[in-house]
């Protein structure tokens, strides 16, 4: 096997790691991330307890799906994982904020 064909085997098996990757981060970080903007919604929408769950739940559909496509469309795998670390980390900090102020 020449050297060429061994490297376009390195850099498919990359590319595949990558997808297996991106997939579960689409899958997993998806559903964290809008689970997590449901539960600071239900502190800061102002309805009332029945309309706010349901508007909450449905939010997350939309957001569910955004994630998805958002993590296939970055080109980093550096930039995928601070969008959603940080993105994480502001819906946490919000929420817990949220939580203090509504006591």
Sequence with gaps: MSSKAKNSERELTIYRWEVLGRVLIAVF???????????????????????????????????????IIWVFSVKRFRTLWLGLAGSLAVLALARFVFSQVNL
């Excluded at 689970?35 to 309309?51: D, N, Q, V, W, Y």
């Design 29 to 67: 970080g998806g559903y964290i991330f809008s689970i997590g903007t449901a539960l600071l919604l239900t502190h800061i929408l102002p309805f009332e307890r029945s309309s706010l769950v349901m508007t909450a739940n449905l939010l997350t559909f939309a957001l569910y799906t955004t994630a």
